[in-house]
């Protein structure tokens, strides 16, 4: 017990902690949780000023140690918080437990294997390393000057809805992807520019363009470049967003819109996310997989646009029925009450596709590898849908 109690970690500031706190406070607990460790920076200010010397705190520790304690404390409730939002996805490695942790038993025991456990968690994982580097060189100030000279965000929503009521077809966001890791490499001579004035021609009422480099080949130039060529279809952002910072990003590159996905980001950082996107102009596009993500979504206040992916994301199982199959019942009625704009998302191929998903109720979709893999993308788009959808 001697033992135990000479290792307690300094500023256990956390009374809750202790007496852990029913799964659905852990939202608002983690918001007090989160104050709670910005205030340990003010308190090692104090602590260097007073005496001048190396921050050590009443038991010995340095506050560099607690710092650390602190910052595993918050990653283990972040994925506490997801898991109990039914979300499989862990935000971080589980790194283990500092060095002298006492924590709560559950969080003591956590560190399970640090690999991946699909390739969504591990594109995830890459993704928050990634977003720390380019942090460093562009801190939010940086970004938030910057965004002065962005070009003005338009009306993604507005033109999807401007295309379903043109053709009577659901308006199409067309995805500019070069490879995915489910299908590999979909076009050798990739032209982005190329792709996307096509696209336009060929009469998608928006695009998609893929900014991830590691597992897409894509990259934010390409979003740029799509903006600057003067192409007048509104640009999705299609990123694996973790950050609000990335919203700022994308913003400063010419985004219109961007992607959150439900089954990687809690129910905070959605609304937190939607809250900034409505300042910065941009369109949320939030997609779900299931039932779960789906009423989770559904009760978030301001969602204008939610997309059904019909591929799992953690194992790339592809079904079409899975808008269908969302959309019936209640959760149809409900949408149609809001009016909600459905985006029905990967896998479509045929005009019986097309059909398939805007009678389960969609009224846009969004389509990548059909048409992308064309020697005349927009062409694609008129075999994809049976006819010239330009006219
Ligand atoms: O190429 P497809 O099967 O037509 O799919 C396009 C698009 O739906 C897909 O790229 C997608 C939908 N949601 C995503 C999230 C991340 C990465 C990719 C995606």
Redo the contacts with the bound molecule.
């Keep these: 017990m001697e033992g135990l109690a000479s290792l307690k970690a300094p500023f256990q500031a956390t009374p809750f902690l202790s007496s852990r706190p029913k799964t659905w406070d852990l939202p608002t607990q983690l918001i007090f949780y989160k104050r709670n460790s910005f205030s340990t920076f003010s308190v090692r200010a104090q602590v260097e000023s007073t005496d001048g010397s190396a921050a050590v705190s009443s038991s010995g520790e340095s506050v560099t140690d607690a710092l650390k304690i602190k910052e595993w404390e918050v990653g283990m409730l972040q994925n506490e918080v997801a898991s109990s939002q039914g979300i499989r996805i862990r935000r971080r490695p589980p790194s283990g437990p500092p060095l002298h942790y006492v924590g709560p038993f559950q969080f003591r025991l956590q560190n399970e294997g640090n690999t991946p456990r699909n390739i969504l968690e591990e594109i995830v994982w890459n993704k928050d390393k990634e977003v720390s580097q380019l942090k460093e060189r562009k801190p939010l100030s940086v970004l938030k000057k910057a965004l002065e000279n962005a070009p003005p965000a338009r009306d993604f929503i507005g033109a999807l809805r401007a295309a379903n009521d043109r053709t009577g077809l659901p308006g199409l966001i067309a995805?500019v992807?070069k490879a995915?890791p489910s299908?590999g490499i979909?076009r050798e001579n990739f032209d982005p520019v190329e792709i996307a004035k096509s696209y336009e021609k060929g009469g998608a009422a928006c695009l998609?363009v893929?900014t991830?480099e590691k597992y897409?080949k894509g990259s934010f130039e390409n979003l740029e470049l799509i903006r600057k060529a003067g192409v007048k279809c509104p640009l999705l952002c299609?990123e694996?967003i973790v950050d609000a910072w990335q919203l700022y990003y994308a913003r400063t590159k010419g985004a219109d819109a961007v992607?959150l996905?439900a089954a990687v980001l809690p129910d905070l950082d959605i609304k937190y996310m939607i809250k900034i996107c409505k300042i910065l102009g941009l369109t949320a596009l939030v997609?779900v997989h299931d039932e779960r993500e789906f009423d989770r979504v559904l009760a978030i206040e301001g969602i204008e646009l939610i997309?059904i992916?019909?591929?799992n994301?953690e194992t790339f199982e592809?079904d079409i029925s899975i808008t269908k199959k969302l959309l019936e019942g209640e959760r149809g009625k409900i949408i149609r009450e809001r009016d909600i704009i459905m985006v029905g998302?990967?896998?479509?191929?045929t005009p019986e596709d097309i059909a398939f998903v805007q009678g389960a109720g969609v009224r846009a979709i969004?389509?990548?590898?059909?048409?992308?893999k064309q020697s005349d993308p927009g062409k694609g788009i008129s075999n994809l849908f049976g006819k010239d959808i330009s006219i």
């Design positions: 995805e992807k995915s299908r979909l998609s893929l991830d897409f299609k694996f992607l996905i997609e997309g992916n019909n591929r994301l592809l998302e990967s896998g479509l191929f969004l389509v990548g590898e059909s048409i992308v």
